[in-house]
């Protein structure tokens, strides 16, 4: 074969691997063309949904009762199904894989989709074992009932507790809240103490050395930029009460970006209903960042679903909402099931704060 000829072979060769489309591009956007396909509508009921998967998972209740089991649900984040660990990541796979295809067989579902490592699966799957996420302790370390997790100091002009008298963090994140609210320093409501401690309870459990795999410290599980913005000196990064203030500055900041967006976007939401909607933005805003829930507004690729919700409110639950404006955008701008899983996992932690202490702002029983 001449030179001339063996080039124009090398050459279709790589026209035609390029045009061919990649296997793992299409498995990816198998489970995204699911998502995708879901009408707004669906969107009813979801947050109840989640929230009872989640529950489950937190709590170690439920179907997670053994925490060796899997658990399967649908778009609708209705629960569909179960399995227990087989011991190995990839006869865990493997099983999930077949416990799928069941599903669809049984008409659980529509369809299915095998899944993979780097690769969601349909229906999609949560383990019940995630050690971390166990709110009795967490709650227990909040407010004050582990001794060892009270605390005392002083930072920036603020003195919390005594040695004789440490106080919980829920006191000391009153404290430095008011501290700060009566400086004029932050506008936010009173009722981002309840969002404050749900924080607490998800983000570290109340762990004061808690360190992420991202990098991100303490109970507030501050990212290496966030305790930056709030120029916080190394020696103070897991000072509690400077991380407590550097999160209420944080939300103070996406408070001020979103509330103008919100109020313009959502104005016809009932009050209550809005209040609750404003309070989940925020937290995901604190979880993904406030550009990225803004752009679920403002941002035509992503902001059909919000259009959507705020035309029909009164189908949904503030919670279906916030959740929904997410789902409908997974895998767009790295929204992924953590997004909903955080926001979800926050305001159950918030309920179990809010029936300990029912005095606490942002609380059904004190709004």
């Known amino acids: 074969m001449s030179c001339r000829k063996l080039l124009i072979l090398v050459a279709s060769l790589l ?35 989640l929230v009872t998967i989640r529950r489950w998972v937190l709590a ?3 179907f997670c009762d053994k925490l060796e089991r899997h658990i399967l649900f649908d778009r609708r984040m209705v629960f569909v199904g179960y399995l227990s660990d087989a011991g190995g990541r990839e006869a865990n796979q493997e099983n999930i894989n ?47 009932d582990d001794e060892d997790a009270r605390l005392w100091g002083t930072w ?32 936010l409501p009173d009722d981002v103490l309840s969002v404050l401690a749900g924080k607490v309870l998800i983000e570290s459990g109340g762990l004061r050395d808690a360190l992420s795999p991202t ?24 000072h509690r009460l400077a991380q ?12 001020r970006n979103l509330e103008p967006v919100f109020t313009t976007f959502f104005a016809d939401l009932p009050a209550e209903k809005a209040e609750r909607l404003y309070r989940m933005l925020l937290i995901q805003a604190y979880h993904g960042g406030i550009g990225r829930v803004i752009a679920l507004m403002t941002d035509e690729e992503l902001n059909g679903a919000a259009r959507y919700f705020a035309e029909h409110h009164a189908r949904f639950s503030a919670g279906d909402i916030a959740l929904g404006m997410v789902f409908h955008n997974l895998g767009r701008r790295r929204f992924g099931f953590a997004s909903l899983y955080y926001v979800t996992d926050v305001t159950l932690a918030m309920d179990a704060v809010c029936a300990r202490l029912d005095d606490l702002p942002g609380c059904p029983a004190a709004e």
């Not at 095998?114 to 302790?137: I, M, W």
């Not at 004789?164 to 506008?187: N, T």
Request: glycine share 10%.
């Open 60 to 62: 170690g209740e439920g």
């Open 156 to 187: 920036d002009g603020m003195r919390v507790g005594t040695a004789d008298a440490p106080v919980s963090l829920h006191e000391a994140i009153r404290q430095v809240y008011a501290f700060r609210r009566d400086m004029g320093r932050i506008g």
């Open 215 to 238: 990098g991100a410290r303490g109970i507030m599980q501050l990212s290496p930029e966030a305790l930056s913005d709030c120029a916080l000196d190394p020696r103070f990064h897991l």
């Open 98 to 144: 077949e416990r799928r295809r069941q599903l669809a067989e049984a008409g659980r579902v529509e369809r299915w989709l095998p899944g993979e490592a780097g690769l969601t699966g349909y229906p999609f799957v949560l383990s019940c074992n995630q050690p971390d996420a166990r709110l009795d302790d967490a709650l227990a370390r909040y407010l004050g």
């Open 15 to 49: 026209a035609a691997a390029a045009a061919a489309p990649d296997d793992s591009a299409l498995r990816l956007s198998a489970w995204q063309d699911i998502v995708r396909g879901s009408p707004y509508w669906d969107s009813q009921g979801m947050h109840a949904n």
């Open 244 to 255: 407590i203030d550097c999160a209420l500055y944080l939300l103070e900041q996406n408070h």
